[in-house]
């Protein structure tokens, strides 16, 4: 009998569905002894052992399903050490879960903090095999993450409904997508047509974006597309120490940095501003036929180490082909947008 267990942690996005199903699939074509334990609301199910007993029926017709049918929470790692308030050793009681139900894997869906995790629990001595799920594209050791695509898409579609009312009104708009990495703003951006860019790793000059702006003006443009990241920040910021970033965010006034820059923009130029922020529709709907096409080749590669017993890897993606990594070598690193990559030149 071969038992695995199967969880989605962090934030959800499209194609987290898709990408069990093909891990499924990739099980029961090969074997008909094939066990599944689906542990509920991310590594909670897995620590307090609440999990259900599925079955490949229940990976039929979930393809275009967005979201996941597992749900799914957010265990900051840093945490994962510290008893909970019931005084619960978490890794202890994981790990219980895990021998309890005599597994053989546990394949963890997930980004960053979910690879962190899960790189710990292999270091604890469990079979683990993962894949690579955020909106962000941030995971290294691997080329794409699935759930990119689905929200590049909605995010550039968003800037694209911006740009008829921002023709029709002349106003400066700004587009606002993105976590600690730029590369959902950079790909949007320049999908959707913006004017000007700001990511988390090229720290803006609010002078130089109001050139931007006043420049388009004397060209006869009567609006301007602002694509900026969430964790876009200013060249003053950029230079502070990070307990005074950390003080001086604390007393600001802004719901983000967009609403900053708004203020400065508008107390600079003339320009009307108007702010959208997609937020979690970015991470909603149906996955795009890439993500889904993506998700069902790694979660097919991801049954294959597992029939293979090649464990303590993350399924991932080079040059368009389908790799396995080390869960040691991608915990606890992001993957940057490189200011000197072609596609920012």
């Not at 499209?14 to 099980?27: C, I, S």
């Not at 090969?30 to 334990?37: A, G, L, N």
């Not at 017709?61 to 005084?87: A, N």
């Not at 695509?149 to 550039?156: N, P």
């Amino acid at each position: 009998m071969l038992r695995i267990g199967m969880l989605t942690s962090g934030g959800d996005c499209q194609a987290l569905n898709a990408a069990m199903r093909g891990v499924v699939k990739g099980l029961v074509s090969k074997r008909d002894d094939v066990e599944i334990y689906g542990f509920q609301d991310g590594y909670k199910g897995l620590i307090y052992s609440n999990f259900k007993m599925l079955t490949s029926k229940d990976f039929s017709g979930i393809l275009t399903l967005g979201g996941t049918i597992l749900g799914t929470s957010r265990q900051p790692f840093k945490l994962m050490r510290v008893p909970d308030k019931d005084g619960i050793d978490k890794v202890e009681a994981m790990k219980h879960t895990y021998h309890k139900l005599n597994l053989d894997c546990l394949v963890i869906l997930g980004g960053n903090g979910t690879h962190k995790s899960a790189n710990m629990l292999r270091e604890e001595g469990l079979n683990v095999v993962t894949l690579p799920k955020t909106i962000d594209n941030d995971l290294w050791g691997t080329d794409m993450t699935f759930g990119f695509q689905s929200a590049v898409d909605i995010a550039t579609d968003t800037i694209d409904r911006i740009h008829t009312t921002a023709t029709s009104h002349s106003r400066v708009f700004m587009e606002v997508m993105g976590h600690k990495v730029g590369w959902v703003t950079l790909h949007a951006g320049i999908a959707g047509g913006a004017d000007i860019i700001l990511l988390p790793e090229m720290p803006y000059d609010i002078n130089s974006v109001v050139e931007a702006i006043e420049k388009r003006g004397k060209a006869g443009k009567r609006f301007t597309i602002i694509a900026v990241a969430e964790g876009a920040i200013s060249k003053e910021d950029a230079a502070l120490s990070k307990k005074e970033l950390k003080e001086k965010k604390a007393k600001k006034k802004y719901p983000s940095v967009a609403y900053e820059l708004a203020e400065k923009i508008q107390e600079k130029t003339d320009k009307e501003v108007r702010i959208t922020v997609p937020g979690h529709t970015q991470r909603g709907g149906s996955p795009c036929a890439y993500d889904r096409v993506l998700a069902t080749r790694l979660g097919a590669e991801a049954a294959r180490a597992i029939l293979e017993g090649d464990f303590g890897c993350m399924v991932g993606t080079k040059n368009q082909e389908i790799i396995r990594v080390p869960l040691s070598e991608v915990a606890g690193k992001l993957k940057y947008v490189d200011p000197k990559a072609s596609i920012i030149k």
